[in-house]
């Protein structure tokens, strides 16, 4: 089992910055991989990239290329989201969710495990 808590998330003003972290507990040496991704109201889960946990080879979605950067910590088992430039259309609940295998990181469905969300509201 590998269990994960993301934080930092709140209100920031269109434009600001915020940066989410995930917390990864357990069987984190099983990790292939984790990922963000986030889900709006009445909107489905999105993904937003991945990092892969041994050779920190990273993927982003074409929309948030460019202002999300992900990152990791391993002495820390945590993982980060860097978001500049933030709009309300940014406004979600950010996951972060981790893969024991290798498979399609881009999905959803690729992911065993996953973080209860955190909250990310952009003000216009």
């Known amino acids: 089992q590998v269990q994960l808590v993301e934080s930092g998330g709140g209100l920031v003003q269109a434009g600001g910055s915020l940066r989410l972290s995930c917390a990864a507990s357990g069987r984190t040496f099983d990790q292939y991989a984790m990922g963000w991704f986030r889900q709006a109201p009445g909107k489905v889960r999105e993904f937003l990239g991945y990092?892969?946990?041994?050779?920190?080879?990273?993927n982003y979605a074409d929309s948030v290329k460019g202002r999300f950067a992900i990152s990791r910590d391993n002495a820390k088992n945590t993982m980060y989201l860097q978001m500049i430039n933030l709009s309300p259309d940014d406004t979600a609940v950010y996951y972060c969710?981790?893969?024991?295998?290798?498979?399609?990181?881009?999905?959803?469905?690729?992911?065993?495990?996953w973080g209860q969300g955190t909250q990310v509201t952009v003000s216009s």
């Open positions: 990092i892969t946990w041994r050779e920190s080879k990273v």
């Open positions: 969710a981790a893969a024991i295998g290798s498979r399609n990181l881009r999905v959803w469905h690729g992911y065993d495990y």
